[in-house]
């Protein structure tokens, strides 16, 4: 199996440009080279800082390098091989993710809650045959898979059912009280993954297929659009940013845009 | 549509975007004074910046795309529905809800009584049918909002000030408490000897007597509801533009 390629970029939403707010949205990946697997192993984070909180551009920013930092210390210790030690090691890595951003959080807050951090974060691991995504709030993520000689590639869709309430526009954050109770997550063995694309609620409407108010599948032109683009060796990065700012997408959801790419060869 | 890139060599090949979500919707209802103290300049004022707050609003990407408009009027003609330019008749069972993107401003005249409340009442029944009917076609929405705005005090028919709008307050109590929509009570203008305290009544902690017709500041109270309504925010947009409010039942 060939390695794995990763691209990615945030960018601030249309609502945050024109009120001066920052770019709330971080991402961040690690390929390693040196844990004792079938080949490199990615690890890819992203995440949103909730608009209300002061600080949450700086929460998104440590929370993505905390969860890559927590995978590869794991990871450095064993690889697991089965479905329920991928589990255990992304339920243990989130839990120390949490842990140290409070403290984190705390010492930076200066007397005020590590709440003003509050962020989703979304992990996705690929290794040898197995993909591992852990997430709290309403990160997703899109899974291609295709069949050698088989037919066209077929998308999949990961995410976090959504919170239920007449506005439901409520999610979790790793500040939430009792987070780790809404952790979301998911281990699958396929040899055929060959494309993953994580992104925030930003992209949730231009990038998924709605019905009855909530997502149900992926838009397969947009996740079609982006691993293709990507898998091109002379792709030109501005491509992704023209696509997050054009008016089709803006017009579906104005927040803070990410996308974080991985694809082989 | 499609998206099809342009100013880069290579790019992304074009993505259907037909089926994707819609912006979650935000329902805001407009309820203006009309009646006769509106006479002259001030309805003249109220036209012009009804005209360019629409016009704004069309061109605003992120918030034509997410409002839903409707126009509650109480004066002339006295309570009154409109669908963008167009009155809607009493009897009708038509939504005065027009998309943000569509919405055009009618050209409002001052005249008559002021039976804010009856309007009141309208503009509630209407968010009430409003988020039945966005619920029915499997469409998100934030907290939809009414801007009351108002040079005067609530009348009975034969233009008294009457007391009787105290009769609205159990059910605006209730209503706040099931968070059905959020009531911002604007004065514009010399209000009369009284009108503060409707307001303050009507909308406990969300009400503001504006110096003149201060529709710039209107849009203001939007924009930020939306960016803060969008992630089930606790705070309320109300308390930040007009700071030292306090909207009854905060913390």
């Not at chain 1, 390695?3 to 770019?23: E, K, T």
């Not at chain 1, 809650?113 to 997703?140: H, K, M, P, R, Y």
């Not at chain 1, 979301?184 to 694309?197: E, N, P, R, S, W």
């Given at each position: 199996m060939?390695?794995?390629?990763?691209?990615?970029?945030?960018?601030?939403?249309?609502?945050?440009?024109?009120?001066?707010?920052?770019?709330?949205?971080?991402?961040?990946?690690?390929?390693?080279?040196?844990?004792?697997?079938?080949?490199?192993?990615?690890?890819?984070?992203v995440a949103d800082g909730a608009g209300s909180r002061s600080r949450s551009a700086e929460g998104a920013e440590m929370v993505v390098s905390l969860a890559v930092a927590a995978v590869e210390e794991a990871l450095s210790e064993y690889v697991p091989a089965d479905g329920e030690a991928w589990k255990e090691l992304l339920c243990s890595s989130f839990q120390a993710v949490l842990?140290?951003?409070?403290?984190?959080?705390?010492?930076?807050?200066?007397?005020?809650?590590?709440?003003?951090?509050?962020?989703?974060?979304?992990?996705?691991?690929?290794?040898?045959?197995?993909?591992?995504?852990?997430?709290?709030?309403?990160?997703?993520?899109?899974?291609?898979?295709?069949?050698?000689?088989?037919?066209?590639?077929?998308?999949?869709?990961?995410?976090?059912?959504?919170?239920?309430?007449?506005?439901?526009?409520?999610?979790?954050?790793?500040?939430?009280?009792?987070?780790?109770?809404?952790?979301?997550?998911?281990?699958?063995?396929?040899?055929?993954?060959?494309?993953?694309?994580?992104?925030?609620?930003?992209?949730?409407?231009?990038?998924?297929?709605w019905a009855d108010g909530v997502p149900r599948r992926p838009n397969t032109s947009f996740a079609k659009g982006v691993l293709d683009f990507a898998e091109k060796s002379d792709a030109d990065p501005r491509a992704l940013a023209q696509l997050l700012l054009s008016d089709d997408v803006v017009r579906r959801n104005a927040d803070d845009k990410t996308l974080l790419l991985a694809v082989r060869g | 549509?499609?998206?099809?890139?342009?100013?880069?060599?290579?790019?992304?090949?074009?993505?259907?975007?037909?089926?994707?979500?819609?912006?979650?919707?935000?329902?805001?209802?407009?309820?203006?004074?009309?009646?006769?103290?509106?006479?002259?300049?001030?309805?003249?004022?109220?036209?012009?910046?009804?005209?360019?707050?629409?016009?704004?609003?069309?061109?605003d990407l992120q918030l034509s795309s997410a409002v839903d408009v409707a126009l509650v009027t109480f004066g002339a003609e006295g309570v009154r529905a409109w669908r963008g330019q167009q009155a809607i008749p009493s009897n009708s069972t038509e939504s005065p809800?027009?998309?943000?993107?569509?919405?055009t401003a009618p050209k409002l005249t001052a005249g008559g009584v002021t039976p804010m409340i009856e309007a009141l009442r309208l503009a509630i029944s209407h968010v009430r049918r409003y988020k039945e009917s966005l619920r029915a076609n499997g469409l998100q929405y934030y907290r939809p909002l009414i801007f009351l705005a108002t040079d005067g005090a609530p009348t009975g028919p034969d233009g008294h000030v009457t007391s009787s709008w105290r009769e609205i307050l159990p059910e605006l109590a209730a209503d706040r408490e099931e968070k059905r929509y959020l009531l911002y009570a604007l004065g514009v203008g010399d209000l009369p000897p009284g009108a503060t305290e409707v307001l303050a009544s009507l909308?406990?902690?969300?009400?503001?007597?504006?110096?003149?017709?201060?529709?710039?500041?209107?849009?203001?109270?939007?924009?930020?509801?939306?960016?803060m309504l969008k992630k089930g925010k606790e705070e309320d947009p109300f308390a930040k533009i007009f700071p030292g409010q306090r909207p009854a039942g905060s913390p």
């Open positions: 060939s390695a794995w390629r990763v691209q990615g970029l945030s960018l601030p939403g249309y609502s945050h440009m024109r009120s001066g707010l920052p770019c709330q949205d971080a991402h961040r990946h690690a390929i390693l080279e040196k844990v004792k697997a079938d080949g490199p192993v990615v690890v890819l984070a842990t140290r951003f409070h403290d984190h959080a705390t010492q930076l807050a200066d007397g005020h809650g590590a709440d003003d951090f509050a962020t989703t974060l979304t992990v996705a691991v690929l290794s040898g045959e197995w993909l591992g995504i852990a997430s709290l709030g309403d990160g997703f993520v899109v899974v291609r898979t295709e069949e050698p000689d088989g037919p066209a590639a077929a998308f999949h869709l990961v995410t976090q059912p959504p919170v239920v309430g007449e506005y439901s526009n409520q999610t979790v954050f790793v500040t939430s009280a009792g987070a780790l109770e809404s952790l979301y997550v998911c281990c699958i063995q396929d040899a055929c993954v060959t494309g993953l694309m994580l992104s925030t609620d930003g992209l949730a409407q231009p990038a998924l297929r | 549509m499609s998206y099809v890139p342009q100013d880069v060599p290579y790019s992304i090949s074009p993505i259907d975007f037909s089926d994707g979500g819609t912006a979650q919707r935000l329902p805001v209802v407009l309820c203006l004074d009309t009646s006769s103290s509106m006479q002259g300049e001030p309805i003249e004022a109220l036209n012009t910046e009804l005209t360019g707050w629409s016009r704004i609003l069309n061109n809800f027009v998309p943000g993107e569509r919405f909308a406990p902690g969300r009400n503001h007597v504006l110096a003149g017709l201060a529709f710039r500041e209107l849009l203001q109270v939007l924009s930020a509801s939306i960016d």
